[in-house]
């Protein structure tokens, strides 16, 4: 099946620093890719759909300053976390949409991305 | 707007045993109905679809059948493992309008040898 890869699995950072999460499409293209937040034993919260080469549309009650998402290429988006702060760790995952083929509506998921603040 | 509802974990459960994870939605027009797994560690995975009423989804021993009549959209499997052991998410995206992809809660299911 497709694989998409998010790197870095984890990170730790300072407060008031900037982290970049990148989501890579590997075998396919994907002209949207969708950023989730999951909080502990909570489900996966949308934050924003991002598409190829345009601004991302951001879920209502995320800071699309405080969470900027750029979508440049078919295969690479990358989600920065701006002057990030102990309530900003979290785990977060991204999605890709397969471009080619029928609409099946699957998605297929990032490994995730767990930020931890200090 | 659309929404999924599912039962409340941990579900703990003895190797064989048989397992039931209720999922109920609520969605405009007729959405495609997905079970995505989520081992330790790991990212989500899609576990099995239907896309259209009475369809049955079924992957690695699990099934679910989409019932239009109730709703519901129920994870079964007749004999769990202990590999079996992750959250689970059923998760629905609309053929109407914008097509996001929305999650229940998940549940956790527990498998002890």
């Known amino acids: 099946g497709a694989v998409v890869s998010q790197h870095p699995s984890w990170v730790i950072c300072k407060s008031g620093t900037s982290v970049k999460i990148e989501c890579r499409s590997l075998?396919?293209?994907?002209?949207?890719m969708f950023w989730y937040r999951q909080f502990p034993k909570q489900s996966l919260m949308l934050m924003a759909t991002?598409?190829?080469?345009?601004?991302?549309?951001?879920e209502q009650g995320v800071e699309k300053d405080k969470f900027l998402i750029n979508h440049a290429s078919l295969t690479l988006s990358t989600l920065t976390v701006t002057s990030a702060h102990p309530e900003d760790s979290s785990f977060y995952i991204c999605?890709?949409?397969?471009?080619?083929?029928?609409?099946?509506?699957?998605?297929?998921f990032g490994e995730g991305s767990r930020l931890t603040v200090l | 707007g659309n929404s999924v509802t599912q039962m409340e974990g941990p579900v703990t459960l003895s190797e064989e045993a048989f397992l039931t994870i209720n999922c109920t939605y609520t969605?405009?027009?007729?959405?495609?109905l997905f079970w995505y797994v989520q081992y330790p560690g790991e990212g989500l995975q899609l576990l099995l679809k239907?896309?259209?009423?009475?369809d049955k989804g079924s992957n690695k021993g699990f099934e679910a059948t989409y019932r239009k009549e109730t709703t519901s959209f129920h994870l079964e499997k007749g004999s769990v493992q202990v590999s079996d052991s992750a959250v689970y998410f059923c998760?629905?995206?609309?053929?109407?309008?914008?097509?996001?992809?929305?999650f229940g809660t998940g549940t956790r299911l527990l498998v002890s040898p």
């Open positions: 999605s890709a949409r397969d471009r080619t083929g029928p609409y099946t509506g699957e998605l297929f």
């Open positions: 969605a405009t027009g007729y959405p495609s």
């Open positions: 998760a629905l995206i609309s053929n109407t309008g914008f097509q996001k992809l929305v």
């Open positions: 075998d396919f293209q994907a002209t949207t």
């Open positions: 239907a896309t259209k009423a009475d």
């Open positions: 991002s598409n190829e080469g345009s601004k991302a549309t951001y």
